[in-house]
């Protein structure tokens, strides 16, 4: 069993691609002290992300990497883990963040890159995950919090939120309801590595 962080204070990371609410509530966590963290950089591939508006909003560094700049994902990767490392970053929460992510920079943060899905994993991976749940007719469904590893969604999972799925959901209903979770959920997940509370048993994470 390995103990993926000893307690303290994180030196955190968001990789964002878009609107920003997850980043947002992780914020809002990090201010009223529930989240024992420093929110050091906003990271984000798209210029226009409503997250760099939200970071400099709240006086956060945004920083924008053009991926198509680079000639390959491996050189945007250590571009990046060069930048986190001169932030002396310590762990990455993806929200929203539309891509996957490859071996240079899960080698550079073993077991401490996380990310939120808005499903309940293992169902329902990849993009548009609520109107999946909906098209398969599942009762309920909900966000989960895992570690990132070289799948799409495949890493060992941190927490779950369940939700209701009712018959006249839409994908913006059973969203929206699922988002709520997410908020709530996604700081308490990175708080339990603030705590040195999180173990790797194989596939399985135990909190402790
Ligand atoms: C969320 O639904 C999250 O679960 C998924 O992407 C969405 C990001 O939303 N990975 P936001 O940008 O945090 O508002």
Not at 75 to 102: P, Q
Not at 154 to 183: A, F, K, N
């Amino acid at each position: 069993m390995i103990r993926v962080t000893k307690p303290g204070k994180l030196r955190l990371a968001v990789l964002a691609s878009g609107r920003g609410s997850n980043f947002d509530a992780l914020c809002r966590a990090v201010e009223s002290g529930d989240l024992n963290a420093e929110l050091r950089l906003l990271i984000s591939d798209k210029k226009e992300a409503l997250a760099i508006k939200k970071a400099k909003s709240r006086g956060i560094k945004p920083v924008y990497i053009e991926p198509a700049e680079f000639p390959n994902r491996e050189e945007y990767e250590k571009t990046m883990v060069r930048i986190l490392n001169d932030h002396n970053i310590n762990m990455v929460a993806l929200a929203g963040y539309m891509r996957l992510v490859g071996s240079t920079f899960l080698q550079a943060f073993n077991l401490r890159v996380v990310n939120i899905h808005p499903a309940l994993l293992p169902s329902f991976t990849g993009l548009h995950a609520q109107k999946q749940a909906l098209d398969y007719g599942v009762r309920y469904s909900g966000c989960t919090v895992h570690i990132v590893d070289a799948g799409m969604d495949t890493g060992p999972i941190i927490m779950q939120s369940v939700v209701p799925v009712y018959q006249d959901d839409t994908e913006e209903s059973l969203s929206s309801r699922i988002l709520v979770e997410e908020h709530k959920i996604y700081w308490r997940a990175l708080q339990l590595f603030a705590e040195g509370r999180i173990f790797i048993d194989g596939h399985k994470v135990i909190i402790k």
